[in-house]
């Protein structure tokens, strides 16, 4: 049982480049979401998908888009890359908004 | 005020010791309080899950949830060194209520060091 599966698990940019990150989970979860973290800010949501069909923004949407694939696949793009968004990135899901939320091992993520 | 407060630390105490963390909250809708531990390069995972107030016990950890003062707290006993590990507390509202988000909100963490 895998859980929650991110690619890649490192990544250098140049300002301006653009990628997807890429989630995917096994446990017929709902719910899905992407975070930043950053030193002595903690997690900041970034979207969220309660259900497959939907999206939300979280926090601190911009510069950033999603798409739920289907019910396990959930993809975050950065369209034109910036230095501010050098992060940790982590993908999560849940089986409802109140559930406890499982993680992936995250995303590290450098824009030079 | 931030939704949640959680004293950052970092927090260094002696193998053995009893470990003490905490968050506090403001919004009175939240019913839904876990604890997560994050192992430096990791990413989060879940060790305590509470529904409402009351406590919860597994294990060297108890869960104490205090509605009425809108405290929570996370004990460890007997710590080890494995425990060093960065805490986060997160609560939710009920989803369904119309009195919350739907997601959790998270605490900033706090920093765990057990020194052998």
């Known amino acids: 049982n895998a859980g929650v599966t991110q690619t890649p698990k490192f990544q250098v940019l140049k300002t301006g480049q653009s990628m997807t990150l890429q989630c995917a989970q096994d446990?017929?979860?709902?719910?899905m979401y992407w975070y930043r973290q950053d030193p002595g800010m903690g997690l900041r949501l970034i979207y969220y998908s309660a259900s497959e069909g939907t999206t939300d923004k979280g926090e601190v949407p911009n510069g950033y888009n999603v798409s739920r694939l289907n019910k396990r696949e959930f993809s975050l793009r950065l369209e034109s890359a910036a230095p501010s968004q050098t992060s940790v990135y982590f993908c999560?899901?849940?089986?409802?908004?109140?559930?406890?939320?499982?993680f992936g091992s995250g995303t590290r993520l450098t824009v030079v | 005020q931030k939704e949640v407060e959680q004293d950052p630390g970092p927090l260094s105490v002696p193998e053995g010791a009893i470990v003490s963390l905490n968050c506090t909250y403001s919004?009175?809708?939240?019913?839904?309080f876990m604890w997560y531990r994050q192992y430096s390069r990791k990413g989060p995972e879940l060790l305590m899950y509470?529904?409402?107030?009351g406590n919860k016990e597994d294990g060297r950890f108890t869960a104490q949830v205090d509605k009425s003062s809108k405290y929570i707290s996370l004990f460890i006993r007997d710590s080890q060194p494995s425990d060093s590990a960065t805490y986060l507390c997160?609560?939710?509202?009920?989803?369904?209520?119309?009195?919350?988000?739907?997601?959790?909100?998270f605490g900033k963490g706090t920093k765990l060091s057990v020194i052998p």
């Open positions: 997160a609560m939710s509202a009920d989803p369904y209520s119309g009195a919350g988000s739907y997601q959790l909100t």
């Open positions: 999560a899901s849940s089986l409802g908004g109140q559930d406890a939320y499982t």
């Open positions: 446990m017929n979860h709902n719910s």
């Open positions: 919004n009175s809708a939240f019913q839904y």
């Open positions: 509470t529904y409402s107030s």
